[in-house]
């Protein structure tokens, strides 16, 4: 089932630096780990030294540098469940 309920795109450069849109919010983050709401579900970066370089909310739009393990999507639409893109599992 396709949703066409919003757009929501990630580019992922050499694991350091992830541009993104479609973001509709920051529920957390610290160096380790970001929480995002996106316009197609909850994304949680993992790494390590994350920073946010540049967050525009009223375009979407975020730009996230440092070393990135792991991208998780859970898709509140369907039900609480964390899906792995790519990552150690550690």
């Known amino acids: 089932m396709t949703s066409t309920a919003g757009t929501h ?5 050499n694991r350091n630096r992830a541009t993104l849109d479609g973001v509709t919010g920051v529920i957390s983050f ?10 197609l579900g909850e994304l949680t970066i993992d790494g390590e030294n ?3 370089v540049k967050l525009e909310l009223e375009e979407g739009k975020l730009i ?3 070393t990135i393990t792991g991208l998780f999507y859970s898709d ?3 039900k609480p469940a964390k899906r792995r893109l790519f ?3 550690k």
């Open 9 to 13: 795109n990630l580019i992922l450069n």
């Open 64 to 66: 996230v540098e440092g």
């Open 76 to 78: 509140q639409a369907v």
């Open 30 to 39: 610290d160096d380790r780990t970001i929480a995002l709401r996106t316009e």
């Open 50 to 52: 994350l920073n946010i």
């Open 87 to 89: 990552g150690s599992g």
